[in-house]
């Protein structure tokens, strides 16, 4: 059986992505950071339904720490599928931050890197020994950084989203020898719990940033992670060094 890794998979779009990866088959590994029940019932749902996954923590922002949990991984891989090696790896963990420029501090700006940007490089670094050939890795990046969408107050989130783009593409060109595929999916609005609560807080924001997608809704985490699964298929077994934007058409 493959295992596919999922960063951030307590909620959102992680959750949507790791209960659609267990759809088709693979095993999943989920990390959480702080919502470790969150984690624990997305484990449950796929389990629910005939799947296998298992939880395991991550603070992204503190790359000290990846080896040791490489070592949990291995033990993972090892004592629930009595296998040695990822299938895929999803960074998708992360949190958003708006701030105006004129008003933007270091202190966020260097969690936003540590996070976004940093993190998301160090572990796939960490986690390559353990990434057969012919795998697949995919960042979850964001149409804020795009040329469709740069709206106030995301300059630091978006610089950093941008970065992991421009990652995508080198990271495709040295790892093809070993026949890996990377590419990143930029979603746009997307109804999740990051931004603490936002939409539950300023549901009022919901329709104005649905008038601005051609399909005329938010997105939903469910339509992001299928989107994910499919580039981690072998159905696109040919796709490599691609930011794909799923959006709704935000923007049009």
Known sequence: MQVALVTGGSSGIGRGTAYRIAARGMGVILTYGGNEQGALDTVSAIEKDGGTAVALPLD???????PAFRDA???ALRETWQVETLGALVNN????QTEAFGEATEEVFDRLYAVLLKGPYFLTQTLLPLIEDHGAIVNVSSNSSMHTNAEPGYSGYATMKGG???MTRFLAKELSPRGIRVNAVAPGSTLTRLGGDAFDKYPEVIPVLAAKTAFGRVGDPDDIGQVITALISDETRWV???????SGGYGL
Not at 60 to 66: A, C, H, I, P, Q
Not at 240 to 246: P, R
């Open 240 to 246: 490599t060094a691609q930011i794909l934007e799923a």
């Open 164 to 166: 992991l783009n421009v």
């Open 93 to 96: 963990a992360g949190f958003p």
């Open 73 to 75: 991984v291995v033990r």
């Open 60 to 66: 992204l922002g503190r790359s000290e720490t990846f």
